[in-house]
């Protein structure tokens, strides 16, 4: 199996092999101290960069991305019908699809991370997510994590696409959160919290 990639912390190992069995003199306890080196960056410039695009319904606040659907700006004055103010959500009962929401780009791994993404609070009739390539980026979609989906080897980035369902009624507060999984490698293959995803 692949050596996985993961954050170390150089701690020096302090004790090996079958002759440092406990004899006269060997200790009982031991402590070292290193300094752990930890950078927390904007999306836009992590290990997994999230970029906002165009679209009017993601920007960037305190380095992170942000998708917001609440409102959209009016268009001034209509042919005879007056002032457009400001749209303030999405209809009830109703399906809007939206294109090009935000980007995904990795740094290193050459096409072999692979992506998901998970849900929370919501109260929508439906959400999907998807990519530019049409593939759902919903970890809910899949059973096997090596069939989810990979970040594009060509330009090393993916696109994400939502398409939001509204129930019947109004509702000032039907989002929630998103959260975005991704293994670089074999990682996807192993024993951890991306495979546990799909159990």
Do not use: C
Not at 8 to 24: D, F
Not at 65 to 79: K, N, P, V
Not at 122 to 127: A, G, I, Y
Not at 183 to 192: F, I, K, S, T
């Amino acid at each position: 199996m692949a050596k996985r990639r993961k954050f170390l912390a150089g701690l020096g190992a302090l004790a090996s092999g079958s002759a440092a069995a406990v004899g006269t003199g060997a200790f009982t306890t031991a402590s070292a101290e290193r300094q752990v080196e930890i950078r927390v960056a904007s999306d836009s410039s992590g290990y997994i960069g999230l970029f906002d695009t165009e679209s009017p319904y993601s920007s960037v606040n305190n380095g992170q991305i942000t998708l917001d659907f609440s409102e959209i700006e009016g268009r001034g004055e209509g042919a005879g019908i007056g002032t457009f103010d400001e749209g303030k959500g999405l209809n009830p009962n109703s399906t809007y699809a939206f294109d090009d929401l935000f980007r995904v780009v990795e740094r290193e791994y050459g096409g072999q991370l692979r992506m998901v993404i998970t849900t929370s609070g919501f109260n929508l009739e439906n959400l999907e997510i998807t990519s530019n390539q049409g593939e759902s980026l919903l970890a809910e979609d899949y059973s096997d994590p090596a069939n989810t989906p990979r970040v594009d080897a060509d330009d090393g980035s993916l696109t994400a696409n939502m398409t939001i369902e509204t129930k019947g009624s109004t509702d000032s507060d039907a989002g929630g959160t998103i959260t975005l999984h991704a293994a670089p490698g074999a990682e996807y293959e192993g024993d951890n919290s991306f495979t546990e995803l799909f159990e």
